[in-house]
């Protein structure tokens, strides 16, 4: 490759506009983490009905967020968000220990969908503000992240309502858009 087939393939990066897809339980407070990524003001958030899409322009990277509603029943509708995701940010409500079985179900169930395979997952830990919520590790082993081999995985604790920890994950969200550019070069 020349210099500048590798200078076409940076400014392609930033042309292409990425996707993101947000999914997790109801009340997880994946709204919430949108707004805050978005550096919008947080009042008082709703069950989505549907989906939000944000842009967020960042590092020369404009992604599509995806926020898509988390009652059981729209979950069945999920699969229809598949196509072209580069990544899959997943939100657990981390002090929720009555649904964290249901999480961790569902989120299997979103791995071992064809059209997610190899898709990047981000999982962000959410409401660490809260006493008695899971640690990083905890979800981790909820989700029985550690047998998952076939992908890109990192679980970011944060709390959306205080908006910590939010700026890691998207960084970690623009450091696997970048590598997954890489390779496909």
């Known amino acids: ?8 393939n940076i400014r392609s990066l930033s042309r292409r506009t990425r996707r993101v897809l947000m999914l997790g339980l109801d009340n997880a407070g994946k709204t919430c983490v949108l707004r805050r990524m978005c550096e919008e003001e947080v009042t008082d958030t709703f069950p989505t009905q549907g989906f939000n899409i944000k842009l ?37 409500d981390s002090a929720d220990m009555e649904r964290i079985e249901e999480a961790s179900m569902e989120f299997q169930h979103i791995l071992q969908e064809d059209k997610l395979s190899g898709v990047p ?6 409401k660490q503000d809260i006493p008695g919520a899971l640690s990083a590790d905890g979800v981790a082993s909820a989700l029985r992240l550690h047998d998952v081999t076939n992908r890109r ?31 496909s070069q």
Not at 57 to 64: F, H, P, Q, V, Y
Not at 168 to 179: E, K, N, P, V
Request: positive net charge.
């Open 1 to 8: 490759m020349g210099l500048l087939d590798f200078f076409l």
């Open 56 to 92: 967020l322009k960042t590092e020369n990277i404009k992604i599509n967020v995806w926020d898509i509603g988390g009652q059981r029943s729209v979950r069945y509708y999920w699969r229809h968000y598949f196509d072209h995701t580069d990544v899959l940010l997943f939100v657990v």
């Open 121 to 126: 997952v981000l999982v962000l830990a959410n």
């Open 153 to 183: 995985w990192h679980v970011e604790p944060c709390s959306a309502i205080a908006g910590e920890s939010l700026s890691s994950g998207l960084s970690w969200i623009l450091d696997t858009l970048r590598l997954r550019r890489r390779s």
